[in-house]
């Protein structure tokens, strides 16, 4: 199956932009989907398709990708961001109906 | 608003089936094109897609895991269900279930989860 490569931490001052990436062969072919997980909680959707944001997600999130790259910039990080970040994409090494995530990048905000 | 719930047993002993339930409320399981999924995370892991199955009986599973994942529905109740059989201490995990659009390749309601340990 594809994998998903992260970097395991960023930092970044508070106010300031910052981008987590996500590498993998997959994302040649699919988006990344991109999760916010705080301690104890569950994953919560903030980045979905081309660059999507669900209702309630603040447009300080958005997403971008190229080759097989996916990164998810913060623009004006606030304290309240800090938590791990997932990418997720169909995997395109099997039948295309799996899905598969990244090992995460836990963000702390400065 | 739609809202899932996990319940299950906490504990379950090596080589014995964990079974999980999903209980879906404010909106309808069967309605819509979307599919229910399973998601687990061990403790300090990320975050490993199990399956997802429509209403209808459509079933996906992880490769690494399916010949021992049994995902169901019963629209009935409302309520999808997940087992998986000869469980070891790399089970041990908490257990998502979600609903899953395909078409956006996302998860965009997820229950709270439930911890499951394997352990004699």
């Known amino acids: 199956s594809s994998e998903l490569t992260q970097d395991p931490a960023v930092s970044v001052a508070l106010g300031q932009t910052v981008r987590i990436t996500c590498q993998g062969d997959s994302l040649r072919t699919y988006y990344a989907t991109w999760y916010q997980q705080k301690p104890g909680q569950a994953p919560v959707l903030v980045i979905y398709?081309?660059?999507n944001r669900p209702s309630g997600i603040p447009d300080r999130f958005s997403g971008s990708s190229s080759g097989n790259t996916a990164s998810l910039t913060l623009t004006g990080a606030q304290a309240e961001d800090e938590a791990d970040y997932y990418c997720s994409s169909r995997d395109s090494s099997g039948n295309h109906l799996d899905w598969v995530f990244g090992g995460g990048t836990k963000l702390t905000v400065l | 608003q739609l809202q899932l719930q996990e319940s299950g047993p906490g504990l379950v002993k090596p080589s014995e089936t964990l079974s999980l339930t999903c209980i879906v409320s404010?909106?309808?399981?069967?309605?819509?094109?979307?599919?229910w999924g399973w998601i687990r995370q061990p403790p300090g892991k990320k975050l490993e897609w199990i399956g997802s199955m429509y209403h209808s009986g459509s079933t996906y599973h992880n490769p690494s895991l399916k010949s021992r994942v049994t995902i169901s529905v019963d629209t009935s109740k409302n309520q999808f269900s997940l087992k998986l059989s000869s469980v070891t201490a790399a089970d041990t995990a908490i257990y998502y279930c979600?609903?899953?659009?395909?078409?956006?390749?996302?998860?965009?309601?997820w229950g709270q989860g439930t911890m499951v340990t394997v352990s004699s």
């Open positions: 398709g081309k660059n």
């Open positions: 979600a609903r899953h659009i395909l078409s956006m390749d996302a998860f965009d309601i």
């Open positions: 404010g909106g309808s399981i069967s309605s819509g094109t979307y599919y």
